[in-house]
Nanobody, 124 residues
Framework: QAQLVESGGGLVQPGGSLRLSCAASGIIFSNHAMDWFRQAPGKEREFVAA????????IDADSVKGRFTISRDNAKNTVYLQMNSLKPEDTGVYYC?????????????????WGQGTQVTVSS
């Protein structure tokens, strides 16, 4: 059974850092680009970052460029999101998703798998 499980969320002060993890099971992890999304209260889910199956290429949303870094470890079937210089507007539920394509820039973006999400709250 395919499963994506996020972890690492929590409460952090503005300017702080968090590292999210997404562990995959029941899928051929290296067949999929992996994406992170987030959803703030009352807002639509938005794209955050994506990484190619091999890890050599990534895409970041403008709102997180220079602050967030996506990476993956195919040996551990895990994708990460390192979040630095966090702002209150980064607050939301963060989801990982398994792209139907191995390539982070495939269009249209289609997803075979979603995690249940992990809450990130940035507040003083």
């Amino acid at each position: 059974q395919a499963q994506l499980v996020e972890s690492g969320g929590g409460l952090v002060q503005p300017g702080g850092s968090l590292r999210l993890s997404c562990a995959a099971s029941g899928i051929i992890f290296s067949n999929h680009a992996m994406d992170w999304f987030r959803q703030a209260p009352g807002k639509e889910r938005e794209f955050v970052a994506a990484i190619r199956w091999s890890g050599v290429s990534t895409i970041d949303a403008d709102s997180v460029k220079g602050r967030f870094t996506i990476s993956r470890d195919n040996a551990k079937n895990t994708v990460y999101l390192q979040m630095n210089s966090l702002k209150p507007e980064d607050t939301g539920v963060y989801y990982c998703a398994g792209n139907r394509s191995p390539y982070e820039d495939a269009w249209p973006r289609e997803y075979d798998y979603w995690g249940q999400g992990t809450q990130v709250t940035v507040s003083s």
